[in-house]
Structures are given as structure tokens and as C-alpha cells.
T-cell receptor
Framework: KAGVTQTPRYLIKTRGQQVTLSCSPI?????VSWYQQTPGQGLQFLFE???????NKGNFPGRFSGRQFSNSRSEMNVSTLELGDSALYLC?????????????FGSGTQLSVL | GESVGLHLPTLSVQEGDNSIINCAYS??????FIWYKQESGKGPQFIID?????DKRQGQRVTVLLNKTVKHLSLQIAATQPGDSAVYFC????????????FGKGTLLTVNP
């Protein structure tokens, strides 16, 4: 069974631009979560979607948004990029209809903002 | 508030030794815990999980211990191998309608041949 697929793998943008990252979950998984990983803050929760509905959102500004499609694939968007948005963005999927289920992560998209 | 912290940021062991990675959590409502391994350039990889109604769970070469009294979690790796070198994260979920994991900062495990 294929794992979680994230595209692109690397991305370089400049301040003020916007970016869209894509995630394809494991087949059959209906929950998709997004995390930001930085050396200083570690892994920080962005948001979680299940059946196209956002069920939970982390403490990030409104510039960070996401959505989930009917095939469970998800995208996240960051508008008006700032230098501090440089990070590894990780997508994870799970079967989860309940909260306590293991997440399976993709390899991430490394975003560099110049 | 919720937080998960690690006692040791780095751990260096000899190949073949047993490794113990510790984690403290502060949210007494947390009822589900996971350990992840992250190698350079990769996403976190699931190792083992445990629910709060258990105090010990074993997998292949790994054991997770949960002490709810002192809010402490540990990961034991038996016969550590060079391939075990990675950053290890503990994570907690407080359940209910909280569909997110709160991660610790991570411990870097280095296995010396």
C-alpha cells in the first residue's frame, strides 16, 4: 500500500508570495492532518480534516489555510509568505473517525522563504 | 496548558546496548501516546503507541512504559543498532474531540558501532 505522498518535495519562494502544498493520504484514510516542523518550535499542529470538514485548527494566523477534497486528498495554502514560514510541512493521514489513532506521515515539503 | 517535554535532548549508546528515551507530559487528560522515529530527510515514522488504560506495551525490540502517576513516558529499545540512530519524538492526544497530537521536542539517539 502506498504511503502518504506530498508534493512538491522542495519549494523556494520569496516574501509576499503564496504557496500551495499537496498531500495524498494512504488509500482508505479519511483523516488528513498538517504539521509545521522547525528547529526552534518542533512539530506544531496546523489543522485536521475529515470527510472534507476541518475538525481542529492550531494556533496559526489566518494566512495558513487548508482544504480536503472528496477523494481525501488535501491541500494547504500559505498566503503572504514571511521568512518565518520557512519550515518542513508534514502531512499525515489516518483512518481516524475518533481522535486516538496513529498518524502516518509523508516525507514533507521543505519550504524556504527568501 | 498542554506540553510534552523530553528529559534528554541527546543520547549516545554503543551498538548492542539497550536505549531508554524519556518523555514528560503535563496534560493529565491525555489518554493516548505515540512514539515516532524521524531520520534525516524523512517524515516521522510510527514506532509504538499506548493508551492510558495500559502501563506497558511491547513491540519488536521496543517497549513503551507509561507512568500516569508522575506523567512520564519512556521508550526502551533493545539491542540498539546503527539503524536506530534518529530523532525520537513522543506525542500525546487528549482525546475527545481533540484531533491533534502534541509533540515533544525530540531526542537525538546516536548509536556508535
Amino acid at each position: 500500500k502506498a504511503g502518504v505522498t506530498q508534493t512538491p518535495r522542495y519549494l523556494i519562494k520569496t516574501r509576499g508570495q503564496q504557496v500551495t502544498l499537496s498531500c495524498s493520504p494512504i488509500s482508505g484514510h479519511r483523516s488528513v492532518s498538517w504539521y509545521q516542523q522547525t528547529p526552534g518550535q518542533g512539530l506544531q499542529f496546523l489543522f485536521e480534516y475529515f470527510s472534507e470538514t476541518q475538525r481542529n485548527k492550531g494556533n496559526f494566523p489566518g494566512r495558513f489555510s487548508g482544504r480536503q477534497f472528496s477523494n481525501s486528498r488535501s491541500e494547504m495554502n500559505v498566503s503572504t509568505l514571511e521568512l518565518g514560514d520557512s519550515a518542513l510541512y508534514l502531512c499525515a493521514s489516518s483512518l481516524a473517525e475518533t481522535a486516538n489513532e496513529k498518524l502516518f506521515f509523508g516525507s514533507g515539503t521543505q519550504l524556504s522563504v527568501l | 496548558g498542554e506540553s510534552v517535554g523530553l528529559h534528554l535532548p541527546t543520547l549516545s549508546v554503543q551498538e548492542g546496548d539497550n536505549s531508554i528515551i524519556n518523555c514528560a507530559y503535563s496534560n493529565s487528560a491525555s489518554d493516548y501516546f505515540i512514539w515516532y522515529k524521524q531520520e534525516s530527510g524523512k517524515g516521522p515514522q510510527f514506532i509504538i503507541d499506548i493508551r492510558s488504560n495500559m502501563d506497558k506495551r511491547q513491540g519488536q525490540r521496543v517497549t513503551v512504559l507509561l507512568n500516569k502517576t508522575v506523567k512520564h513516558l519512556s521508550l526502551q529499545i533493545a539491542a540498539t543498532q546503527p539503524g536506530d540512530s534518529a530523532v525520537y519524538f513522543c506525542a500525546e492526544n487528549s482525546g475527545g474531540s481533540n484531533y491533534k497530537l502534541t509533540f515533544g521536542k525530540g531526542t537525538l539517539l546516536t548509536v556508535n558501532p
